[in-house]
């Protein structure tokens, strides 16, 4: 990243701005980062697989991640992993 241009192109602050999760599209997201499967997600918020992979895809979608590994940097980033 180049110091005093801003965010660039991608980053989370430039995605941030553009876009808006909502809470379940968040709530999703946040399991799946956390390494759990759609079928364990889709069992600890009571709703079927299929809305779950609807949801991951459709937020992932909006944030331009194409990966797990796009979408755990994100929530590393976020502060949504925990951490040291």
Known sequence: ?????????????????????SARETEVLQLAAAGYTNKEVSSQLRIGVKTIETYKARAMEKLGLGTRAELVRYAIVKGWLGGP
């Open 1 to 21: 990243m180049v110091v005093g241009r801003g965010p660039q192109p991608g980053s989370v602050r430039s995605i941030d701005r553009l876009t808006e999760l």
